[in-house]
């Protein structure tokens, strides 16, 4: 299984990137959103019971598309303290371990273009919920600063190209 990990700060377009890439190879798309927002229905975001049951559900999936040896799948993270480095360590490590590959691709924006997506209806009607002043706060607190994910490709500024161009550049690594 190759696991294309697309991760970057809020509002970068990881998920508009994702479906398009999605749509072109014809992989499926395990976006980040739909686990927190189930889990944010049971527990307080970062609480324990939160960050057990997410890493749960996302080892769960990762686990059965390598048994079920879906070729690609495509996943959307956005890194912040919440997650504790041994679980992406872990990820990476056992994807490996089974003969996977994962393919981690930040994308990027100016904080002008995500403070302006932020307040765009799309997410909201996407479920999330982050707007720019708690963005802001979080920005400054350092929470999007970890966990570290170590790429070997240059990111992609979603300034820069379109999503189309963003996710033809993508599939070229594949």
């Known amino acids: 299984m190759k696991l294309v990990f697309l991760y970057g ?3 970068v377009g990881k998920l508009t990137v994702a479906r398009i890439l999605a749509e072109r190879i014809g ?3 395990f976006h980040n959103h739909l686990t927190v927002n189930l889990v944010l229905s049971i527990y307080g975001f970062g609480t324990p019971g939160f960050v057990e049951l997410r890493e749960r559900i996302w080892m769960d999936v990762f686990r ?4 079920d040896k879906v070729p690609v799948l495509i996943f959307t993270f956005n890194p912040e303290d919440s997650v504790p480095q041994r679980f992406i360590d872990g ?9 996977g590959q994962i393919i981690p691709v930040e994308l990027t924006a100016s904080e002008a273009t995500i403070e302006a ?3 765009e209806q799309a997410r909201k009607r996407e479920g999330k919920t982050l707007d720019a002043h708690t963005y802001r706060v ?3 607190r350092g929470t999007f600063e970890r966990p570290v994910i170590r790429s070997p490709h240059p990111p ?4 820069a190209l379109s ?4 996710a033809k550049r993508i599939g070229a690594l594949l």
């Open 9 to 11: 700060r809020p509002a």
């Open 27 to 29: 992989a499926p798309l």
């Open 64 to 67: 059965r598309v390598m048994a």
């Open 91 to 99: 990820l990476f490590g056992e994807v490996a371990a089974n003969g």
């Open 117 to 119: 997506r932020l307040g």
């Open 138 to 140: 979080l920005r400054m």
């Open 156 to 159: 992609i500024d979603t300034d």
């Open 163 to 166: 999503p189309e161009q963003a």
